[in-house]
């Protein structure tokens, strides 16, 4: 089953599309899952992938389509014609349509969509484009299987014959009433193992999950991932089926969120990818730098301040980037742990219980390393008192560090901010402002320079 | 459908304890999904919990414990005697049975084991046991839905019929020759529109994806995902079917490894929780700290290498700060796209494209970040010979870290070894060290002192 493509492979298609030879081509692309042409048309080139497709027919091509990134897909898309792209469009479910069409510019999207045969799918593909990507209307499709709480098992079981054809996995069976509202749904294994006279309202499970249109994708995606659902049914504000989400889709979306928290705790906005183009990379990446460097700016700053410490105790200085590493990793840390947290909702006590457990914890941590920093002092003949003032207010430092990390997060949730923002080149370049200041001035005090 | 469980509903429930009401906690439970009852379990003080797994039935708090956080799941556990597990187990699929035995030391696993009625359960969930916990073995239920090939539609259906009450979700049905060798698989769709005499091997599809038992989780996963699948069939050496894993399992495991990198990226090792005991947190958290320290050391003990700077250029130990911070947020950005391409599998063209590249966007940046530091400069009247050293020794620094942050994880990948490992405090660490040294080196060059 294991579909690896090997260097041999992908030169052998380049050949095939040189030569033009669409028969072996299509051979190819019979005995292939659309996952795996995917991989293929990504290692050709635009012109290439463009004709494969193109040539190939759109039921061979479609679903590969919507595995690529999305900015191959474009770039495929913008050297066909409207009709083709409408070919392409026939073939899948009606949310992958949808999300073709929201790619292409409004114009384009049009002249796309008075190109689709099907009346009935462009139908549903024009409704789909009404909501908003963020929330359930962006993410579900129109195939489903609904049946009447009216009928018999032996009714059901022929119709859903013939509304199965159109659905690629069945999963739920609906139950409607006949104004199409959501009563309920029937399990596959219910509805096999009941008798063919039994009435559907004998046996379907009134309990139902269901999101609304308007239902955002991060609710959509904690729902259906609390109760382990594969499928959820989605109703308009009336209570009318309207659609559903599969857990495909979801997967997807899942993915895609942590790896944007993952690249916001880096100093990454935007979601960008190690191919991406440099101007691409520089925009996701020099905002925060920025930020970076006005924090180090604020460092330079703050020494000047305490300039005449460069005569006694010059190895202050030296100890600079160790007090700005502490503040950073410690707030970092913090952070996320309290994002998480927030994120998976099991962030409990009291505000109070967690300022007295991060105060226990940065003071465990804050010994052990002072103790560290104490045995360096003495191996390198430092002056005791330095030291000591060294290790105590890096003690001081680290118990603040981690006091920014765990509440900023926990302010910003409770403002309705995303606390996601706080993870990263934030919180490390305010942490070694802070730290820097903090450091200084607890030895100003002690050394008394 | 939304559940929310509140501070009154809490107190309820705490209350029917104290009174020992089971007959009203009996009845909360019967309307409750088995996500929210372990909402509630959560919500509670472990003797309460331990009292409603032990006062109610199996049947409705077996799923629910397997919901909980592993911590609390083990404390209410252990209160429970061998025979009280074994109950609960009774009611679990076999996967999940399985991880709890797991979860219990040896000994009292076996007593667990040596209590569960159904000898056919406690065999399949033995079996499970051999597996290591990280592979399709460890991932797999027993509890699936298998048909000959020799069989017609109509005895299928009746055979399914039987076999679908052991399993909740049935999902593919899995075709199999008379030695029970994967042959593949019925949608459940082509079985309901297909006429009842025909024969399953006229109308199974005989190309499936299937695992074996030794298949790590990760492939595993990345299999599901790419191919949209929503059960997989797993085999044994010899090609025997043997399990399946279902997508929802695999939602679980996706979202646990993206913590886990969220965790290492933020230089948090073993998974944690804000909830955790302060001792968890600080064997998560120490190690870490410890290695910035050691950075932060070699940062001293280098800038003492260079002490004679400090009579002319103090200035240059009041910009160490800003020169560790953009070595680390460089290396850190770097890092965090590789590895996400790495494990992505997207990151093409060869390694001198790469340095091209790499090297390209960091020109960039650190030409604008310069351009700010000379404005800095300018507007605190550094001598102009001191900012334009400053500015261009930060301008390597940074193509050195984006350099460090692409290749180590890109070389720890070829060497086999998880290339998240070289993400967070690992890069900052000596990023710092080394953009410490290559700043005060190269303004020696330059400045002379």
Redesign the interface.
């Known amino acids: 089953?294991a579909f690896e493509l090997t260097k041999e492979l992908t030169e052998e298609i380049k050949g095939l599309i040189v030569a033009g030879n669409v028969e072996k081509l299509s051979e190819f692309h019979d005995n292939l899952?659309f996952?795996d042409i995917a991989e293929i048309l990504?290692a050709l080139n635009i012109q290439e992938a463009t004709y494969l497709v193109k040539t190939l027919e759109a039921e061979k091509t479609s679903d590969a389509l919507m595995e690529l990134?999305e900015d191959f897909r474009e770039d495929i898309l913008k050297n066909l014609s409207a009709k083709e792209i409408a070919e392409e469009i026939e073939e899948l479910d009606t949310d992958d349509a949808a999300d073709i069409l929201n790619e292409l510019p409004q114009e384009r999207a049009e002249n796309v969509i008075s190109e689709i045969e099907d009346e009935s799918h462009a139908e549903k593909i024009v409704d789909l484009l009404r909501y908003d990507e963020d929330t359930a209307g962006g993410l579900m499709a129109k195939e489903l299987v609904q049946v009447s709480e009216n009928w018999t098992v032996a009714e059901c079981?022929n119709q859903?014959?013939v509304q199965?054809?159109d659905?690629k996995?069945?999963h739920s069976i609906y139950v409607v009433d006949d104004t199409n509202k959501l009563k309920g749904r029937l399990s596959?294994?219910d509805l096999?193992?009941s008798p063919n006279d039994f009435s559907i309202s004998q046996i379907y499970i009134p309990k139902?999950?269901?999101v609304t249109v308007n239902t955002e994708s991060d609710d959509v995606a904690r729902?259906m991932?609390?109760?382990?659902l594969?499928a959820i049914p989605v109703v308009d504000e009336r209570g009318k089926l309207v659609g559903r989400i599969t857990?495909?889709d979801?997967?997807?979306y899942?993915?895609d969120e942590?790896?944007k928290?993952?690249?916001m705790?880096?100093?990454?906005s935007s979601d960008?990818?190690?191919?991406d183009s440099?101007i691409e990379?520089?925009k996701a990446?020099?905002p925060?730098?920025?930020l970076?460097?006005f924090?180090?700016?604020g460092?330079?700053y703050i020494?000047?301040g305490f300039?005449e410490a460069?005569q006694h105790f010059?190895?202050l200085?030296?100890?600079?980037?160790?007090?700005?590493?502490?503040a950073?990793?410690?707030g970092?840390?913090s952070?996320?742990?309290?994002v998480?947290?927030l994120a998976?909702d099991?962030?409990?006590?009291s505000l109070w219980d967690?300022l007295v457990?991060e105060i226990?914890?940065s003071l465990?941590?804050g010994i052990?390393?002072g103790i560290?920093?104490i045995l360096?002092g003495l191996v390198v003949g430092q002056p005791p008192m330095v030291t000591l003032t060294i290790a105590l207010s890096m003690l001081l430092v680290i118990i603040f560090a981690a006091l920014i990390g765990t509440f900023v997060p926990i302010i910003l949730d409770k403002r309705g901010i995303d606390p996601a923002i706080a993870?990263?080149?934030f919180i490390?370049?305010s942490n070694?402002i802070f730290g820097?200041f903090l450091f200084f001035y607890i030895s100003k005090l002690i050394l008394g320079f």
Chains 1, 2 share one sequence.
């Not at 705790?265 to 990454?268: E, V």
């Not at 960008?272 to 191919?275: C, G, K, N, Q, S």
């Not at 952070?335 to 309290?338: F, H, K, L, V």
């Open positions: 089953m899952h996952a990504e990134e079981l859903i014959k199965a054809e659905v996995r069945v596959l294994r096999m193992v139902v999950d269901f729902v991932q609390k109760y382990d594969e857990i495909d979801i997967v997807d899942i993915k942590a790896e928290d993952y690249q705790a880096a100093g990454i960008v990818e190690a191919d440099i990379l520089t990446r020099l925060w730098l920025v970076g460097l924090g180090g700016l460092s330079v020494m000047q300039e460069l010059p190895i200085f030296f100890f600079t980037p160790l007090i700005a590493a502490m950073g990793n410690v970092v840390q952070s996320a742990i309290i998480q947290g998976n099991n962030v409990k006590g967690r457990k226990g914890l465990i941590n052990a390393l560290l920093v360096f993870t990263g080149p490390t370049t070694d820097i």
